[in-house]
């Protein structure tokens, strides 16, 4: 089984190391223009700062057994899921090539909104064309759109009996204490996709704030096949005080080329989360069908 913790700290210090080292020899050659050297293709995220809205506090003793943490995020888990669908957001994808110096050599940007039809289905409706200046990777709108339908939410209660969950640690995640937990399915299956890796609970509320991972089934790792997305770092937000929803994911990937390998991100990101208005009922029935003449008889 993949230690997810270990990989996901060994890149994030190796990544650290290798910017301490290229920031030196920037600012012995460049003193001016340091500052405006971006790292390369395998930055950590953004800072990402969690924003809570104080409401009832949970009575989570540092002490509380980890089967009781587990069924608790569970639970929120699963009304997280429900309540999801009942709210819009605008989705922005965005897909970067790298060149050899780490800087963007190309990026494919599709932006989508959350509507939801008359009869209350849910759907995304895209802003504009999608714009693109990608050089290299080539792939659908849909593959790219096929990333984001990953479920969000792996550790349901009725899920749970899927995986073995197993506390590691604590560790602080913008600014809030965190229990991380390892999650491996205990049989993967054909049909449905199951959840590999590592989530962040916070420590007082008991809510998932970050997830790493994957998702398999008995075949392997899940992706299109045009993109080489598999490992995505997700992070949430807090929206109106209760619910905990993904608002920015990253995964870091590999573009198999016939001279060279070349590194590409994906990055989707979720705002402006807001709840949809009640379903509008049409209270008028339908006007009834006009009578249809009995065919005629021939004597």
Same mark, same amino acid.
């Not at 050297?37 to 969690?50: C, D, F, K, Q």
């Not at 289905?121 to 593959?143: G, H, M, N, R, V």
């Not at 619910?243 to 390998?261: A, E, L, Q």
């Given at each position: 089984?993949?230690? &997810?913790?270990?990989?996901?700290?060994?890149?994030?210090?190796?990544?650290?190391?290798?910017?301490?080292?290229?920031? *030196?020899?920037?600012?012995?050659?460049?003193?001016?223009?340091?500052?405006?050297?971006?790292?390369?293709?395998?930055?950590?995220?953004?800072?990402?700062?969690?924003?809570?809205?104080?409401?009832?506090?949970?009575?989570?003793?540092?002490?509380?057994?980890?089967?009781?943490?587990?069924?608790?995020?569970?639970?929120?888990?699963?009304?997280?899921?429900?309540?999801?669908?009942?709210?819009?957001?605008?989705?922005?994808?965005?897909?970067?090539?790298?060149?050899?110096?780490?800087?963007?050599?190309?990026?494919?940007?599709?932006? %989508?909104?959350?509507?939801?039809?008359?009869?209350?289905?849910?759907?995304?409706?895209?802003?504009?064309?999608?714009?693109?200046?990608?050089?290299? *990777?080539? &792939?659908?709108?849909?593959?790219?759109?096929?990333?984001?339908?990953?479920?969000?939410?792996?550790?349901?209660?009725?899920?749970?009996?899927?995986?073995?969950?197993?506390?590691?640690?604590?560790?602080?995640?913008?600014?809030?204490?965190?229990? +991380?937990?390892?999650?491996?399915?205990?049989?993967?299956?054909?049909?449905?996709?199951?959840?590999?890796?590592?989530?962040?609970?916070?420590?007082?509320?008991?809510?998932?704030?970050?997830?790493?991972?994957?998702? +398999?089934?008995? *075949?392997?790792?899940?992706?299109?096949?045009?993109?080489?997305?598999?490992? &995505?770092?997700?992070?949430?937000?807090?929206?109106?005080?209760?619910?905990?929803?993904?608002? %920015?994911?990253?995964?870091?990937?590999?573009?198999?080329?016939?001279?060279?390998?070349?590194?590409?991100?994906?990055?989707?990101?979720?705002?402006?989360?807001?709840?949809?208005?009640?379903?509008?009922?049409?209270?008028?029935?339908?006007?009834?069908?006009?009578?249809?003449?009995?065919?005629?008889?021939?004597?």
């Amino acid at each position: 089984m993949p230690d &997810f913790l270990a990989i996901h700290r060994l890149a994030s210090f190796s990544f650290r190391l290798f910017v301490h080292s290229v920031t *030196l020899l920037f600012l012995c050659a460049f003193p001016l223009r340091a500052q405006e050297n971006a790292p390369g293709p395998l930055a950590p995220p953004p800072e990402h700062r969690i924003t809570r809205i104080e409401g009832v506090e949970a009575a989570a003793p540092p002490s509380l057994p980890p089967e009781q943490i587990i069924q608790a995020f569970a639970k929120k888990e699963e009304l997280y899921f429900s309540s999801r669908p009942h709210f819009a957001y605008r989705k922005t994808i965005r897909i970067q090539e790298f060149g050899p110096d780490g800087q963007t050599s190309g990026e494919y940007i599709a932006i %989508y909104d959350a509507v939801r039809s008359g009869d209350g289905k849910l759907y995304e409706k895209a802003i504009s064309a999608p714009q693109t200046s990608l050089q290299y *990777l080539s &792939f659908e709108p849909e593959d790219a759109q096929a990333l984001t339908r990953i479920p969000a939410f792996p550790l349901t209660v009725d899920q749970l009996s899927k995986y073995n969950v197993k506390y590691l640690n604590t560790e602080r995640v913008d600014e809030v204490d965190c229990y +991380i937990f390892q999650v491996a399915p205990k049989t993967l299956e054909r049909q449905h996709a199951l959840f590999d890796g590592v989530v962040w609970v916070d420590q007082k509320y008991l809510e998932v704030v970050k997830t790493y991972g994957r998702w +398999i089934t008995d *075949l392997g790792e899940v992706h299109p096949p045009s993109l080489p997305f598999t490992m &995505f770092e997700t992070y949430r937000e807090n929206v109106e005080g209760k619910y905990w929803f993904p608002d %920015y994911s990253r995964s870091d990937g590999i573009y198999k080329m016939k001279d060279r390998d070349l590194p590409v991100r994906v990055t989707i990101k979720w705002t402006n989360f807001k709840p949809f208005g009640p379903v509008q009922v049409n209270s008028t029935p339908p006007p009834s069908p006009s009578p249809t003449a009995p065919p005629s008889s021939k004597p």
